[in-house]
């Protein structure tokens, strides 16, 4: 019981003891948003694997023998992006001050390729496509701002002024 009463009344997170019993509930939705972002890349990293192990055929007859390798590259950057959403939010999840800056990041570039996209009529999948995208960049903002909060912020050790 005291033990309790001493960690509720320390200034910060000691992430290593206090992550479990401490952790705001912000930090758990901006984990849960992070799964949430990382799913659909893997899922659509595998369609062009999948497409890759027929285009041999195709590139053949176009007599294009790089696209092969651009399915193949473009699918497993899509599931490298997915497995690491996965991996930030556990980290997130532990008080990893690592995976607040690298979910911060990944955020932020989020919003900007699907501001990009969005201006430039650039939506995969036509009209559905369009919704999936804006839903992508709704769920990378409230990420940020659930970053930037005050028990969030001390939670992951940083500064109240820090900016990354």
């Given at each position: 019981m005291v033990k309790k009463i001493n960690m509720l009344?320390?200034?910060?997170?000691n992430t290593e003891t206090d992550s479990s019993k401490l952790r705001p509930l912000a930090v758990i939705i901006i984990a849960i948003l992070s799964i949430i972002a990382g799913i659909p890349y893997i899922f659509s990293g595998l369609a062009p694997l999948a497409v890759a192990a027929f285009v041999p055929e195709l590139s053949t007859l176009l007599r294009v023998p790089e696209l092969s390798i651009l399915y193949l590259v473009t699918g497993g950057f899509l599931i490298a992006i997915g497995i690491g959403y996965l991996v930030v939010s556990y980290g997130l999840l532990k008080g990893r001050g690592w995976a607040w800056t690298v979910?911060?990041?990944?955020?932020y570039i989020g919003i900007v390729t699907s501001i990009i996209a969005i201006v430039g009529g650039r939506i995969p999948g036509g009209g559905e496509g369009g919704s999936l995208l804006l839903g992508h960049m709704v769920i990378s903002i409230a990420i940020v701002y659930f970053l930037y909060r005050p028990q969030v912020?001390?939670?992951f050790g940083r500064s109240p002024s820090a900016k990354i």
């Open positions: 009344t320390k200034k910060g997170y979910t911060l990041i990944l955020s912020r001390a939670f």
